[in-house]
């Protein structure tokens, strides 16, 4: 199961393209709200989550393969200072899960020194909150289970990635040509 973790002022497009790609795939995903079971973005979109973050229960997090952690503003900043979303990373960390971060949110793991000697991106301006980690400069970079992404325009190739690397690159190249992707 992917867990796609949602927080108020979360960038909707980056939560979206990704939970569509990966559904589309036939992955199981679980839209989780942080702050409530209807987030509003930071464009003021409003979204009804599949489960709050508070009833994702043990079981959940047994039959987890993958995270992510949409950007936005303030998104990415409620999304840290959530105590259980900072638990459950640590417990994908240590079980080698599948960590994915695009816009602002590769910053949280970049504070929580997951991206030590890795190669990560971001959105323009966050580089210095990636420590430990080689910045780069591409739409979607993977440095073994950690992928990020740069922002809003690059989130289908990232949910697209995501894909790749759950379902194999015949099944991403099917969702790109059949979505008429241009890259």
Known sequence: MIAIFLAEGFEEIEALAPADCLRRAGKEVKLVGVTGKQVRGSHQIGVVCDVLLAEFSSQDLEQLEMVVLPGGMPGTLNLE?????????????????????????????????????????????????????????????????????????????????????????ETAENLRKSMQCSE
């Open 81 to 169: 200072k959530s105590s259980e979303l900072q638990r459950i990373l640590d417990y994908a960390a240590e079980k080698s899960l599948w960590i994915c971060a695009i816009c602002a949110a590769p910053s949280i793991l970049g504070h929580k020194g997951l991206l030590r000697e890795k190669h990560a991106v971001c959105y323009p301006g966050f580089e210095q909150e990636l420590t430990g980690a080689v910045a780069e400069q591409i739409p979607v970079c993977q440095d073994g289970n950690i992928i990020t992404s740069r922002g809003p325009g690059t989130a289908l190739a990232f949910g697209s990635r995501l894909v790749e690397v759950l379902c194999g690159r």
